[in-house]
């Protein structure tokens, strides 16, 4: 069972994203801002298989979080769900993903792709 760490300080999209993810058999832990969602990789780190963060968040960001992390795990995709459409992966390269809240139909796919692809 794959392990999702779902990073949000918006309730409804951490929420929504915990139960996509859940429906589809993965194992989610979460976190509320990016100081909590580094400690619970910390916690979990051998166990976690891809991270989902938003970018604007209290006490660290999206960026600052995906530093933190793959210094640690540097194998370990990083997706960015951000409500800012002017969003992309070329204005976020670091990432291994940019999407846009709401999110697509495809979110599920697009995780578990990345998570084959990694691991390949």
Do not use: C, Q
């Amino acid at each position: 069972m794959p392990v999702a760490l779902i990073v949000d300080d918006n309730h409804f999209f951490l929420r929504m994203e915990t139960l996509l993810l859940e429906r589809h058999g993965f194992e989610v832990v979460t976190a509320e801002d990016g100081e909590e969602g580094y400690a619970v990789f910390r916690d979990h780190m051998s166990r976690i298989d891809i991270v989902i963060t938003d970018l604007m968040m209290p006490k660290l960001s999206g960026t600052e979080l995906w530093k933190r992390i793959k210094k640690e795990r540097p194998e370990v995709p990083v997706v960015l769900v951000t409500g800012d459409d002017r969003a992309r992966n070329d204005l976020h390269p670091d990432f291994d993903l940019v999407l846009h809240k709401p999110l697509e139909p495809a979110f599920v796919e697009m995780v578990k792709r990345l998570i084959y692809d990694s691991k390949a």
